[in-house]
């Protein structure tokens, strides 16, 4: 037994049934159905009418479950060290009280402080005396530097 397979729909043709359509070019379509002879006439894409086979396939409609399931991966989180500090150190951070964490704060703080006017000491004893820098040049206003009138 022959079956044939409907030219709009995608179904199944029992023998002695159907329509046979051969168009001017003769190309030959056959039709289970007059609904699908008629929207085949109509000019009608089988792709946007929802029971035929073609549309069924296009939007995955009637694949079994297994097959149409996607594997969805599990995100896994990894706790890894930051630039110059190590799991280790962030964990001991973390279970620091907050008040720990105030006194070392401050404890820095002083620190640079005391290292700041350390610096400065250091640098004032360094410095030669200055003494104030004649002009070397006549005296030029703003306007005459900038090619302006004024002056004399």
């Known amino acids: 037994m022959k079956l044939e397979i409907d030219s709009f729909s995608g179904y199944r043709i029992y023998p002695s049934k159907g329509k046979l359509f051969v168009r001017g070019d003769s190309k030959v ?6 609904k699908a002879s008629s929207l085949f006439l109509q000019r ?10 073609v549309y ?11 097959v149409a399931k996607k594997r969805s991966r599990k995100t ?5 060290g930051i ?21 070392q ?18 640098k004032e004893k360094a410095k030669p ?15 005459q530097m900038k090619g302006g009138k004024g002056g004399r």
């Open 83 to 103: 630039v110059g500090a190590d799991l280790a150190t962030i964990a001991a951070k973390r279970s620091q009280t907050a008040a720990v964490r105030q006194q």
């Open 44 to 53: 009608k894409n089988p792709r946007k009418i929802a029971w035929t086979v």
């Open 76 to 80: 896994v989180k990894h706790q890894r």
């Open 56 to 66: 069924r396939r296009m939007h995955k409609k009637g694949i079994t479950e297994e």
């Open 129 to 143: 005396a200055t003494r104030p820098s004649a002009p070397t040049g006549p005296k030029v206003s703003k306007q």
């Open 105 to 122: 704060r401050l404890a820095a703080i002083a620190r640079a402080k005391t290292e700041k006017k350390a610096k400065e000491a250091k």
């Open 29 to 34: 379509f056959r039709f289970g159905s007059s």
